[in-house]
């Protein structure tokens, strides 16, 4: 049965990477048509259920600065806010809330329901109907045929996805829910070679079987800080998490009952995630460690459903029971959901251009898991940017392509096209030569005028974010301008916070000063700003040396750089002994002759070049 009506994109999945795509696509005016497998399931949280986390966060707030939907969506249904790394610089701040999964799908689900441009049919695709190498549309498994111009293929762990407990083996995507087999077997028969990729979810316990008592707590920060510029307010109720690990009875059950695990009995081979490794995997290549971490973590405000964080695995039902009951606070634990494993078709992502289309296809484009990366974050931002130069594309237009030194986006981008992946690839803060550019608290700064001219940022937030950023910047110059004096009452305040001045101070140098933060200095000098554009304030200040470092050497020569002599390699934070041990034996002599060191990456270049700065900052002085 042909469906008549040619949409300019259909999006096949409604997972994280689905939704992002299906929404920017819309928003941008394409007529639009989203395909899944289960409409009751859109935006589902098959494991963990959070959001953000290190390099994550970034990702969800560069995305919202160019009109994403994430963001909004974990602040409307969060229940722990924390934000991560606050004892380090804020190059490496990253904010991480857990959701109530049930709300969080439930929204999404309403947003997508209602959006213009975007119809929502329920459907397993089996093949997508290529012509001349180019897209026609998809056909499903209930031999519905529906035409596009562009496709967006979102299939996470559903393509060619098999379930493992033990020695046992279903076809599906998440438990109970089918596999995209049919679809497998197409892009197979286009010409696209598949990756055989793994990853592994925890059991779901009931909480009134856990003994809590004792136990690690973790709270919300005390000041609960939005992913979205445009949240007001917080306004869930907070929970707790409880921190707890494994011991060395755990790793014993875990060891006998490896061979009863496919993966681990030699039976399947397939590469799981390296920085979220199932508890077999904990076990086995660390046999040294006596205990990992475990973080129990209640799935919603109105369920007795908690998922422990760090305990996935594969081994059968009765040997999960076993091993989880020898953990401190699970003695008694009762199963909801047991753990299991998914096996999935990934596509190495070299295949694709910058913009997610891929080379083989005209008019395919691939976002999320399908590209070999694991997480909500990494899956939602390239299903976005997939969507937007679906679009783009329909009439010609210049691709939608962001630079390493823009965004977290165009870090991951730049990785899986340019270097391909081996193993689920995972967003962290390190991964990023220009961190202390692409923070968290200047997404908008960096992004906005993007998502304003690709039609996804309303007059009224763009407006509103160039009103914020006059003040900022007003209120920097405010504080060049301000004069603290060295007087009896300015003396008496600085010295119980530790600071003392021989003379009168501008409030913007003093701020410069670790000990003093933006308050002590409004407290000083009246006025002043609250909030996020207080944070802005603070932090331009602070790291304005930095700052400027980091932007004058990415348009400087690092052949020009010297690294002096007497500088030393130890005991530079974000430094890897491996490199320092490089770099202390070879002694380059410039930043670009560090860099052709083998193995030498860009980011430890970049860790390198601030280290310089503050070398020859301090020798100067």
């Known amino acids: 049965m042909d469906f008549q009506k040619i949409y300019d994109v259909i999006v096949v999945g409604a997972g994280h990477a689905g939704c992002e795509a299906s929404l920017a696509a819309a928003r941008m ?44 969506n974990i602040d409307e249904t969060g229940i722990q806010f924390r934000v991560l790394n606050k004892r380090k610089g804020p190059a490496v701040w990253c904010s991480r809330a857990q959701a109530d999964k049930y709300l969080y799908k439930n929204r999404f689900q309403t947003i997508i329901m209602n959006t213009p441009s975007l119809d929502v049919k329920q459907g397993i695709v089996t093949e997508v109907l290529v012509e001349n190498r180019a897209v026609r549309g998809v056909e499903t498994a209930c031999g519905q045929t529906f035409l596009a111009r562009r496709i967006v293929i979102c299939g996470g762990t559903f393509i060619g996805g098999e379930i493992f407990i033990g020695d046992r083996v279903m076809e599906a995507g998440r438990m109970y829910e089918p596999a995209a087999t049919g679809l497998s077997l197409s892009l197979k028969k286009i010409g696209f070679k598949p990756l055989r990729l793994k990853t592994d979810t925890p059991a779901r316990l009931h909480i009134d079987s856990l003994s809590l008592n004792g136990l690690e707590e973790y709270v919300s920060d005390n000041i609960l800080i939005p992913f979205s510029t445009e949240t007001k307010s917080i306004n869930l109720p907070q929970i707790k998490c409880y921190g707890t690990q ?42 040294e460690k006596t205990g990992h971490k475990l973080v129990i973590e209640p799935e919603g405000l109105n369920t007795k459903e908690v998922h422990v964080n760090g305990f996935s695995c594969s081994i059968p039902v009765e040997l999960q029971i076993k091993a989880y009951r020898t953990v401190k606070g699970m003695e008694s634990c009762q199963f909801i959901r047991p753990a299991y494993a998914v096996q999935y078709d990934a596509y190495q992502p070299t295949g694709l251009n910058h913009n997610y289309e891929t080379k083989l296809v005209k008019g395919l484009f691939f976002g999320g898991q399908l590209n070999g990366t694991s997480g909500y974050e990494e899956a939602a931002v390239q299903g976005f940017m997939a969507g937007v130069n679906a679009v783009l594309s329909l009439d010609n237009k210049e691709p939608f392509i962001l630079g390493r030194n823009e965004s977290y986006i165009g870090v991951l981008t730049d ?15 390190s991964r990023s030569e220009f961190r202390l550019l692409t923070r968290e608290d200047n997404a908008e700064e960096r992004l906005i005028s993007y998502g304003y001219k690709l039609g996804l940022i309303s007059k009224t937030r763009y ?22 004096k060295k007087n009896s009452g300015n003396e008496e305040y ?40 207080a944070r802005q304030v603070e932090i331009k200040v602070k790291y304005s040396g930095y700052i400027e470092s980091m932007e004058e050497s990415n348009k400087e020569d690092i ?43 860009k980011t430890a270049v970049s860790v390198l070049a601030v280290e310089i700065y503050k070398h020859n900052k301090i020798n100067k002085s």
């Open 29 to 72: 005016g394409a007529d639009t048509l989203l395909l899944t497998i289960s409409i009751d399931n859109i935006a589902l949280m098959p494991c963990n259920p959070a959001i953000g986390g290190i390099g994550k966060g970034n990702l969800v707030k560069d995305m919202d600065a160019l009109g994403g939907e994430m963001a909004k």
């Open 246 to 287: 494994t011991n060395e009875e755990t790793h014993k059950v875990i060891r006998e009952a490896a061979e009863k695990s496919l993966f681990y009995n030699g039976a399947r081979q397939s590469n799981g995630p390296r920085y979220c490794p199932s508890m077999e995997d904990k076990v086995l290549k660390f046999p």
């Open 415 to 429: 990785d899986l096209v340019l270097k391909g992946i081996t193993e689920p690839y995972r967003m962290f803060t």
């Open 463 to 484: 407006e509103r974010y160039q009103q914020d950023m006059q003040e900022v910047n007003n209120e920097i110059e405010r504080l060049k301008n301000t004069l603290i």
């Open 494 to 533: 600085l010295s119980k916070i530790g600071v003392s001045i021989s003379q009168s101070f501008k409030a913007e140098e003093l701020l410069k000063r670790p000990q003093l933060s933006y308050d002590d200095i409004i407290k000083l000098t009246g006025g002043g700003l609250s909030g996020r554009k």
């Open 559 to 601: 052949e020009s750089i010297v690294i002096p002599d007497n500088f030393s390699y130890d005991n530079i934070s974000g430094l890897r002994l491996e490199y320092s041990d490089k770099l202390k034996n070879i002694k380059p002599k410039t930043l670009g002759q560090a860099l052709r060191i083998p193995g030498l990456t």
